[in-house]
């Protein structure tokens, strides 16, 4: 039998959405308006330019693509139609400099780079920096912009042919390789086949309650596997409707969620805080805003709360996962966000989850264990990166790296990474527990908390706290509010108060900008500290 008969890749899910839904919005960035119907032939047009060379090379079956580009209309279609050809997506965090790009351009091989309208001096600087880069082109952004002279267009990347090309694929072959952020070591390439992003979206589909009628907003960045992965490729799976933008700023995400009468809606903790103190915030229609998901880094309590306040309507799911993982874990669902506060769930449909020891037993309730994983949506490996690929799969299991606690029910809930966990006078103290404690304070918008170098201490709690507008707060208030709600060891030793905390554009603090900004300022604590 013919593998084509049995084929289901990602390319395979949008011709069967259009099959379904060819007149249904299917993308909407801009100006630029798709159906689905639409959107399939513009991915085939573009997938056959691409195999005939319109980017000044061919594109074949297992080539590597970098993007360096902010959301679009653009970045979706390139995404699919490289899924059609074979070849392999390398999206790359373009709040990297031009090294760090370069390094990944390196790692991955990559041959194409395509380029964002705001990312074309970082992309060319970059590739210049000994990769085997050898021709860059130019992706349309959501608002109008005119391209280099020397680059290729969009457009002009496009062939006339309409069909789709005859490529022999095989959903064992890699789709992506998305790198991991790096903070402590150099990035890691994950490698993930259509398999195994296949069997995450039905995971996403099943857990999210992700339907046909979704009209849903992607606001965070494609680079990240989770707006593409978790949101984006099982909204095309489900013929959803996806508006794109690439300015996840609050007023203009209030805009989109009004004009366009969005009722599905993700954002990371930061994001969602950031929408509920925007003045526009109490007058904006969010009517029709009926399921909200977060993720990408621990949701605090107080927040939750709020949240459930001021948006009663909305259903909320929080979503927990690695990019390893294609990257949806474990779900909290709608009904236990009050029940299991601060929770990440259990495991979704597809995936298997424990919480073990460093001897792999599995540790008791209340007790804190690393979270290890067995699931079809699996990453292969680490690309070229035998040795940390071996170390991740120790014991048969994926080993993600975060610490956590499993309660008698089976909830988890993620204490901190192995390495936010901060050793302090010979005490462990998970940063989250600090932070839990300071966002019950009144007045606290944000707070990261962090653990820099201590002659005394090894390590001293330190707390990056930002305040609500018009608030004005004292680093002795905080430790006074620390005092009363936690053990002498936990409280922080000293307090920075900031206007914001350095985020990703994914909504992820930088621990490590905070740590290096104020690893030099503990030299005036006390020895016995606080």
Request: glycine share 8%; net charge negative; with cysteine.
């Amino acid at each position: 039998m013919h593998s084509a008969t049995r084929s289901h890749t990602l390319g395979d899910l949008l011709r069967r959405t259009a099959a379904r839904l060819p007149d249904k919005p299917a993308i909407l960035c801009g100006s630029t308006t798709w159906t689905y119907r639409q959107f399939d032939t513009v991915v085939n047009r573009l997938a056959n330019g691409l195999a005939q060379g319109h980017a000044g090379a061919p594109v074949a079956a297992g080539d590597k693509v970098a993007v360096l580009s902010r959301n679009s209309h653009a970045f979706a279609a390139l995404r699919f139609a490289l899924a059609r050809l074979g070849a392999v997506i390398v999206p790359i965090n373009f709040m990297l400099n031009a090294d760090e790009v370069a390094f990944i351009l390196k790692h991955s091989q990559a041959r194409l780079l395509a380029v964002g309208p705001d990312m074309v001096s970082l992309g060319l600087a970059a590739a210049g920096k000994g990769t085997a880069v050898t021709h860059t082109v130019w992706l349309e952004g959501e608002d109008p912009a005119t391209a280099p002279a020397d680059m290729v267009r969009f457009d002009q990347l496009l062939s006339d042919d309409t069909a789709e090309p005859a490529v022999a694929l095989d959903a064992r072959m890699l789709a992506q390789i998305i790198y991991t952020s790096g903070t402590e070591s150099l990035p890691k390439g994950a490698m993930l086949t259509h398999e195994a992003v296949c069997w995450e979206y039905v995971s996403c589909v099943i857990e999210g309650e992700i339907t046909e009628s979704d009209v849903m907003l992607h606001a965070l960045p494609l680079y990240h596997c989770a707006q593409l992965d978790v949101f984006l490729g099982p909204a095309v799976y489900m013929g959803a409707s996806n508006i794109i933008t690439g300015k996840p700023v609050a007023d203009n995400l209030l805009a989109l969620l009004a004009a366009h009468q969005i009722n599905s809606f993700f954002a990371p903790p930061s994001i969602w805080i950031a929408l509920m103190r925007a003045p526009a915030f109490d007058n904006t229609d969010l009517s029709a805003l009926r399921k909200g998901y977060y993720g990408a880094s621990i949701m605090p309590v107080e927040v939750l709360k709020e949240m459930s306040r001021r948006l009663p309507q909305v259903r909320l799911w929080n979503f927990y996962g690695q990019t390893e993982i294609a990257p949806l874990a474990t779900v909290l669902r709608p009904h236990e966000q009050l029940t299991k506060l601060g929770s990440a769930g259990r495991p979704v449909l597809n995936v298997e989850t424990r919480v073990v020891d460093d001897t792999m037993n599995d540790v008791k309730p209340g007790e804190i264990g690393e979270i290890v994983h067995r699931s079809p949506q699996l990453l292969t490996g680490y690309f070229n990166d035998p040795e940390r690929t071996a170390a991740a799969f120790e014991g048969g299991w994926f080993h993600s790296g975060d610490l956590a606690v499993v309660d008698a029910d089976g909830y988890i809930s993620v204490v901190d990474r192995k390495k936010d966990m901060i050793k302090t006078g010979g005490e462990n103290v998970a940063s989250r527990e600090v932070e839990e404690t300071i966002y019950r304070l009144e007045g606290v918008s944000e707070v990261a908390v962090v653990g820099l170098p201590h002659p005394y201490w090894i390590e001293a709690v330190t707390a990056c706290v930002v305040p609500k507008a018009g608030v004005v707060l004292t680093e002795e208030q905080v430790i006074a509010h620390c005092k009363t709600q936690m053990a002498h060891f936990k409280v922080p030793k000293k307090v920075v108060l900031l206007a914001a905390l350095p985020k990703n554009p994914s909504g992820k603090v930088l621990k490590r900008e905070l740590r290096t900004a104020y690893e030099g300022t503990m030299k005036d604590l006390p020895a016995a500290g606080v």
